[in-house]
């Protein structure tokens, strides 16, 4: 049976980045009422969107916790970590897609990372995702 070592390191990396990020995000709206970075906050059924994201994020973690310490098999894993990265990219690419052309006009020295908040975190669910799918491909395989 593989260990698929490499992957349980990676995916709890990058969710952990997630988490801190949206986390940052979502305690900066919480506690201070205004958006982190001085950019705009969009919102989600009322919500802002960075506190779902968080959700997102952490729930991509706490799979990835599961994966380190072998509580489910791969191939479970693969799939939870498939869909619920899925659900990120769906979910974030509605707030990032309408924040391109603010990029493009405003350019990357506008932004605190060089990209806004919402194509940030797009990017971690879309990186995620891709490695969910290599990672699902091989799990099924064994």
């Not at 995916?11 to 205004?34: D, E, Q, R």
């Not at 729930?59 to 191939?75: A, D, E, G, H, T």
């Amino acid at each position: 049976m593989k260990t698929y070592k490499n992957f349980k390191y990676f995916f709890l990396i990058i969710t952990s980045m997630g988490v801190l990020f949206s986390g940052y995000m979502s305690s900066v709206k919480l506690f201070s009422k205004t958006c982190a970075f001085g950019e705009t906050c969009p919102l989600f059924l009322g919500m802002p969107a960075c506190y779902i994201g968080f959700i997102l994020f952490l729930s991509l973690f706490l799979v990835s916790l599961l994966f380190i310490l072998n509580k489910r098999s791969p191939q479970i894993i693969s799939k939870k970590l498939l869909f619920i990265s899925f659900l990120g990219v769906i979910y974030s690419l509605n707030f990032a897609v309408p924040e391109l052309p603010k990029l493009f006009q405003d350019g990357p020295s506008a932004y605190f990372f060089g990209l806004p908040t919402c194509v940030m975190g797009s990017l971690f669910f879309v990186i995620i995702f891709i490695a969910s799918i290599i990672f699902y491909t091989k799990a099924r395989k064994t």
